[in-house]
């Protein structure tokens, strides 16, 4: 199968297989394969009126080796669960999970793009409440699914530092809201302010805490550092996402002999960190190039040259190196796929 692998961008693509598995009577069934793209619910199924519904993002990547790897997919499970309980979803237990994606990968093998074309097969699982209710409450039936699709390399101009704005006339999430799970609800009240920021030239928005306006919260899909005294910064939030690529950072960050701090970042420090980055599962590492906060009228001008700084860059390599296989997995991440 010929797909223009260098080419592909982030975006849906079709492949030939989801599989499914439907929660009813207070249990989960069989995983069931298929190959349409749509789903038959019933019109009053919760996912449609209260947004009864969580997601999870992953990947699988091809090594040099031919192998099939699948970074982390517990700490996906994980937090599917966490989601699951903070919107009273049914739990997907974590074998189910796991037979579920690997199964979806396995059926769609051609699909994952080759060694050295820097793309991967991005993989979705989705919980769906599909039980009917007009009334506010969780359903009685759910399904639980998983696609996939080869998505290209995020960046498309090569590694290079983004501008990001300040958005302080939306908050994506509330102090104690479902930010540190991920449910749609938290992407629709996202969509106004990152239209937003791209309307005005910038790569995602840059949210601060909602209840105060002083520290830094998360970029549009992704978690925030930045890094300055060979230190690694990273917000401490009850409303943000935590990302696994920003977790796996940390540790790759300690490894590499950096302090790792986990703690509120006041606005105001953004202009002593000599590297910044956006990190998640689609971009590995966004660096960020400058930060403007249009309502203070601040730039902070992180990058200097224009360029990625050297420790996020050296991250950045550690952690593709491991997915792909290209450097040993010292701390247990992968998991290949036969
Ligand atoms: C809001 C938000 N923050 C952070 C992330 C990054 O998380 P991860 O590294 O697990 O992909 C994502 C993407 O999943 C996200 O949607």
Redesign the pocket.
């Known amino acids: 199968m010929e797909l223009d692998w260098k080419n592909l961008g982030f975006g849906f693509r079709p492949t030939d297989y989801n599989v499914k598995c439907y929660y009813r009577d207070g249990k989960w069934g069989e995983l069931e394969v298929s190959s349409s793209q749509y789903l038959n619910i019933h019109i009053s199924a919760t996912c449609l009126h209260y947004g009864q519904e969580a997601f999870e993002?992953m990947k699988a990547y091809m090594g040099k080796d031919g192998k099939i790897r699948i970074f982390r997919w517990q700490e996906?499970a994980k937090?599917m669960k966490s989601s699951a309980e903070g919107i009273k979803l049914a739990v997907v237990p974590d074998d189910l999970f796991h037979e579920a994606i690997v199964k979806a990968v396995r059926l769609n093998k051609k699909y994952v793009p080759p060694y050295g074309t820097g793309a991967s097969l991005y993989i979705r699982p989705l919980l769906l409440g599909t039980g009917p209710e007009i009334g506010v409450k969780p359903a009685k039936e759910y399904v639980f699914m998983v696609f996939v699709m080869p998505v290209g390399p995020y960046f498309k101009e090569g590694f290079k530092p983004v501008s990001i704005m300040i958005c302080r006339d939306f908050d994506r999430a509330a102090p104690r809201g479902t930010g540190n799970i991920?449910v749609g609800g938290?992407?629709a009240a996202s969509l106004a302010s990152l239209e937003k920021a791209h309307a005005d030239g910038y790569g995602t928005a840059l949210y601060l805490d909602a209840r105060e306006k002083k520290y830094i919260d998360?970029a549009?899909?992704?978690?925030f550092f930045g890094i300055k005294d060979n230190t690694y910064v990273t917000p401490e939030s009850r409303s943000?996402?935590p990302?696994?690529?920003?977790k796996s950072l940390q540790d790759l960050a300690r490894d590499m002999g950096l302090k790792v701090e986990k703690r509120k970042v006041p606005v105001e420090e953004l202009a002593e960190f000599e590297e910044a980055g956006a990190?998640?599962?689609?971009a590995v590492i966004s660096p960020i190039g400058k930060i403007v906060d249009p309502e203070t009228n601040t730039i902070y001008q992180i990058s200097k040259d224009g360029n990625p700084g050297p420790l996020s860059t050296k991250l950045y390599q550690r952690l593709i190196d491991i997915q792909y296989g290209d450097a040993p997995d010292k701390f247990g991440w992968i998991e290949i796929v036969d």
């Open positions: 993002g996906n937090r991920k938290n992407y998360e549009g899909p992704a978690n943000i996402l990302s696994i690529t920003n990190c998640g599962t689609a």
